[in-house]
Each structure stands twice: as C-alpha cells, then as structure tokens.
C-alpha cells in the first residue's frame, strides 16, 4: 500500500484510507483548504458527503477552523481508483496526468 503524503497520512489515521483518498480527489493541490469549523454548516455537510459522517466529525475536531495544505497523492489515487476499475484512460483524465505516467504509477506503485 502507497504510504500518503502530508497531512493525509495524518487524516488517513484519523479517519481511514477512503476518508484521506476522498480529500485527496476533491482539495490535492490546495494549498489553503479551509476545513468547516462545524458540520452543521454548509461546508461541513459537504465533507460529511465526500467522507461520511463520522470521518468529517474526526476531520474536524482535529483541523477545523485552519486552512492545510492538501497534496495531490497522484500515486496513491492511481492505485485507488484503479482497484475501483477505472481504465488507465479513465484516470488520467480524472488526475490530469499522462497515460504513460498513470501505467509507470499502476505498475510500481510508490
């Protein structure tokens, strides 16, 4: 299993693997993600979507209210959605990376 950079791997230990992949997929690459304070806001019914509710309520009571810094995990969601079945093709386009760098990242993994 591809070790996660970052603060995911520090979600991924709060609230699961799938909890840090969803994030990864929806904020990799943001530099200030604003966590919800609360899950009874807007923002924070949106993260209970994307990660289920008892993950966001982790999420939360340990980064709420502060702005991370999200990395891409390119290789990790490589492998993720790849277990999901999406074509080489299909994940490229999601990750907006090559077709030759999304096979190098499903062949060797990290």
Excluded at 40 to 62: K, S, Y
Excluded at 72 to 92: C, D, F, P, W
Aim: aromatic share 2%; proline share 5%; no cysteine.
């Amino acid at each position: 299993m591809t070790t996660l950079p970052g603060v995911l791997s520090e979600i991924e230990a709060l609230a699961g693997r799938g909890a840090a992949l969803g994030i990864a997929l929806a904020h990799g690459g943001d530099d200030g993600w604003d966590v919800p304070r609360a899950l009874d806001t807007p923002p924070g019914q949106a993260l209970a979507g994307l990660v289920g509710a008892e993950a966001a309520a982790a999420i939360v009571g340990r980064f709420g209210g502060g702005a991370i810094a999200v990395p891409l995990a390119r290789r990790a969601l490589v492998r993720h959605l790849a277990a999901q079945g999406m074509s080489t093709a299909e994940i490229a386009r999601r990750l907006a990376i090559t077709r030759r760098t999304a096979r190098r990242y499903r062949r060797h993994g990290a």
